[in-house]
C-alpha cells in the first residue's frame, strides 16, 4: 500500500491505511472500520442507547445510513443532514412549544452525529453549525431558560451555557461541566439538566480543541477553566463555596488537573475516565494508531484535530507526551476532594491512570471502578453513560454539596 503523511484534512478514507511515522525508524499499521462496518455498530449501539448514539432514534439513523456511501466525511455529514432538516421543518410548523422542542431536540442530535467525530470538513463545520442553531431553539422552547454567556479570554471568548434552577433564591452552587474528545458542551449540558431540580446550576463549556472552545489543547490550555472559574466565582448567583468540576474523557483531563491546581476554588471535582500519565504514553499513542475499536471510528483523525500544532501522527508522539501530570510534576500535591469514576477494561484511557491519581495527593479519594466497565465505566448493556451519570456521579455530587453545609 501506498505510504502517505496524516494530515488534519486528510480522512481514513479506507478500512486500513499504512501511515508513515517521520522521525521514527518504524511503520504503524491503522485499521478501522469500513463504511458498511460503521453502520452495522451504529445500530447496534442506538439499539443499546449506547454512545455515541444515546439519544437517537434508530430509523432516523437507519434513513441517514441509506443516503451514505463512503466514508467521506461530507457524504456522512450530507446523510445526517437530510434526515435532521425534516425535524427543523416540523418544529417550525409545530402547535405547541413542546412539540417544538422534541423537534428541534432531535434534529440536534442527528446534526450533532452529523459532525462525529470532529467538524473536520467543511460538510461536517455546517453539521456543527446546524447542531448549535437547534441546540438553542431547543432551548428557547423550555421553561428553566439558558443564558449563552461569553466569557472574554485572550482576545477571544469561552462559549459557554449558563443555566440557574428555576426561581432560585439566593446564590446556588454550580457545577463547571466540561466535554470530552467528541462531545460538546451541548452534550454535557443535557446530562446536566437534571440537576436543576435540585437547586444546583452549571456552567456547560468546550474543552480545549473542540466545539467553540478558543483555544487547542497543549499542556497550559487549562488557563482555559482557570478564567471560567473566575467567572464564576465573582457571577452574584453562584454560590463560589461551592463551586464543584466535572470532566468526561478527555475532560476529565482537565478536571484531574483542576483539583490541583485550582484546590481553593472547587469544593470537588469528578473525573471520568482521566487521563493522567498512562494514557501519554508513546506504548498507548501506538495502541490507539494500530486501531480502536471500542471507539467508533476515526480516532486519530479526531485527535489530531483538537491538539495545537497537529498536523501528523508523529507530531502526535512528540505533543502528547506533555499533556501528562506527572511529568509536569503536580501528583504530589495536595487537591481537592474527588471521585474518580473508571472502567477496568478501558481500551482509551488505561485504568492505570486512575490508579495512579487514587495513589496521589495528600487526602482520600473515592472512586466507582466497574471491573467490567469499559471507556467511562460503561457496558454494552446495563451502566450506560446516563445511567452512571444519574446513579453515580450526580448523587456523589449532591452528597458533597449537602456535606458542606453542615456545621
Known amino acids: 500500500m501506498q505510504l502517505m503523511r496524516i494530515y488534519s484534512k486528510v480522512f481514513l478514507i479506507a478500512t486500513s491505511v499504512t501511515l508513515l511515522l517521520s522521525g521514527a525508524n518504524s511503520y504503524a499499521q491503522v485499521t478501522d472500520r469500513s463504511i458498511d462496518e460503521i453502520k452495522q455498530e451504529s445500530i447496534e449501539r442506538v439499539k443499546r442507547g449506547s454512545y455515541p448514539l444515546g439519544g437517537l432514534d434508530q430509523k432516523d439513523i437507519e434513513e441517514a445510513f441509506s443516503y451514505i456511501t463512503t466514508r467521506e466525511p461530507d457524504d456522512w455529514a450530507q446523510g445526517f443532514d437530510k434526515v435532521a432538516s425534516k425535524y427543523m421543518a416540523a418544529a417550525a410548523n409545530a402547535k405547541s412549544k413542546v412539540e417544538a422542542g422534541a423537534a428541534f431536540k432531535r434534529a ?13 470538513s467543511p460538510g461536517k463545520r455546517a453539521s456543527y453549525d446546524n447542531a448549535i442553531n437547534a441546540y438553542i431553539k431547543y432551548l428557547n422552547t423550555q421553561d428553566i431558560p439558558t443564558e449563552v454567556v461569553k466569557i472574554p479570554f485572550e482576545g477571544k471568548f469561552i462559549t459557554g451555557y449558563l443555566r440557574f434552577p428555576k426561581d432560585a433564591k439566593g446564590p446556588v452552587p454550580m457545577i463547571l461541566a ?28 468546550d474543552g480545549p480543541g473542540t466545539g467553540q472552545a478558543p483555544i487547542k489543547v ?10 471560567a472559574i473566575d467567572y464564576l466565582y465573582k457571577h452574584p448567583k453562584v454560590d463560589n463555596k461551592r463551586i464543584l468540576a466535572f470532566g468526561v474523557s478527555f475532560g476529565a483531563h482537565w478536571a484531574a488537573k483542576l ?24 506504548a498507548v499513542i501506538t495502541s490507539k494508531v494500530n486501531g480502536n475499536k471500542e471507539y467508533l471510528f476515526d480516532y486519530i483523525p479526531a485527535t489530531l484535530y483538537v491538539y495545537e500544532g497537529a498536523k501528523t501522527v508523529s507530531d502526535l508522539y512528540r505533543l502528547v507526551p506533555e499533556m501528562s501530570l506527572k511529568k509536569q ?29 487514587l495513589r496521589s495527593g495528600d487526602i482520600p479519594k473515592d472512586a466507582w471502578i466497574n471491573p467490567r466497565g469499559g471507556h467511562l465505566g460503561r457496558e454494552a448493556t446495563g451502566w450506560i453513560d446516563p445511567v452512571i451519570f444519574t446513579k453515580v456521579i450526580i448523587p456523589w455530587q449532591l452528597r458533597l454539596i449537602e456535606q458542606s453545609r453542615k456545621p
Open 108 to 120: 440536534w442530535r442527528l446534526y450533532y452525529f452529523g459532525q462525529f467525530p470532529v467538524p473536520n
Open 218 to 227: 497543549d499542556n497550559k490550555a487549562d488557563r482555559m477553566f482557570s478564567t
Open 259 to 282: 483539583a490541583i491546581t485550582e484546590k481553593s476554588r472547587l469544593l470537588g471535582v469528578v473525573a471520568q475516565s482521566p487521563a493522567v500519565d498512562v494514557t501519554f504514553s508513546e
Open 329 to 357: 510534576g503536580l501528583l504530589d500535591k495536595p487537591t481537592a476532594p474527588m471521585l474518580i469514576v473508571a472502567g477496568a477494561k478501558d481500551t482509551q484511557t488505561p485504568i492505570q491512570d486512575a490508579e495512579l491519581l
Open 178 to 205: 466540561i466535554n470530552g474528545l467528541d462531545s460538546r458542551k451541548e452534550t454535557v449540558a443535557e446530562s446536566y439538566t437534571q440537576i436543576l431540580d435540585q437547586g444546583v446550576g452549571f456552567l456547560a463549556i
